[in-house]
């Protein structure tokens, strides 16, 4: 969330200072919040990790839900203070980040609501999105926008790779469906393309195989073939993460505000004015 806007008048000084120690790191402060945070979001994941764990549980359940509640409680008193610093609290509210904020904190209260409602457990697993704020300090801005930028420019053509790959496990399934039968565990089609969807992809559970030497040879080829299959889609965004790459080079990243694009020759930001 860029919270880079013109400060109004009436906005105070403390409410300004609390601002920029949450939505920025560039000053040591600022960086400091975003150290505790780091550390607070990766022991809570830690904690609900543990709690998973029947004979952890069984020894140390209340211990783990108390931290649970001091963590919850940590990150409610965040999510609140960030939509009070907030320029625009309804743009924080409904961003990204802010969603996953509410989210993770959430089923600790429905819980109090509907006891027994064990399924909502899983929602707590939004927590661990909590880890993906690290990328929104600026040091990590230029290479994940480098990242979106080839995974964006290779995605028709993964998916034209994806299209190809699932005609031929089709074609594949049903060729061993004729060979083996259902004598040999082969019963219908859709569980031959099944089979070769995990010959293909090297996964090789072994729950079904072949018997006949003819099917053995064919699934040979399969796995062979498997190798080249693999390394397509790997090829394909290394080869646009390379081109995004180059094409950054000449832009300038702001080391204050995260801004991109910037040409070479740039003295200062073009969004916060921060000299580059």
């Known amino acids: 969330m860029s919270e880079t806007e013109e400060t109004p008048a009436h906005w105070s000084k403390f409410r300004e200072s609390c601002r920029l120690i949450i939505f920025h790191s560039s000053r040591p402060a600022e960086k400091l919040f975003d ?123 993964i998916i034209v790779f994806v299209m190809a790959v699932v005609t031929l496990v089709l074609i594949l399934g049903s060729i061993m469906y004729l060979i083996e039968g259902p004598e040999n565990g082969f019963t219908s089609i859709p569980k031959s393309v099944y089979w070769a969807i995990v010959t293909l992809t090297t996964v090789g559970y072994g729950d079904i195989s072949p018997q006949t030497p003819l099917g053995q040879m064919f699934a040979s080829f399969i796995m062979i073939t498997g190798y080249g299959v693999i390394a397509v889609p790997t090829g394909i965004v290394t080869a646009e993460l390379t081109m995004a790459t180059t094409s950054e080079k000449n832009d300038r990243l702001c080391q204050n505000c995260g801004e991109t694009g910037h040409k070479f020759a740039a003295k200062y930001c073009r969004n916060c004015g921060e000299r580059l």
């Open 35 to 157: 150290v505790l945070l780091i550390l607070a979001i990766i022991t809570s994941v830690v904690t609900v990790m543990l709690a998973s764990v029947e004979s952890i549980r069984q020894d140390h359940g209340h211990l783990l839900y108390g931290m649970e509640w001091v963590f919850t409680g940590l990150f409610t008193l965040e999510y609140f203070v960030r939509i009070y610093v907030s320029k625009k609290p309804l743009r924080y509210v409904f961003s990204f980040f802010g969603i996953v904020d509410l989210l993770s904190i959430l089923p600790t209260y429905v819980d109090l609501i509907f006891p027994g409602a064990h399924y909502l457990m899983l929602f707590r697993a939004l927590r661990v999105l909590r880890i993906f704020r690290v990328l929104k300090m600026v040091q990590f801005v230029g290479e994940a926008n480098q990242l979106y930028a080839a995974v964006r420019a290779s995605a028709r053509k």
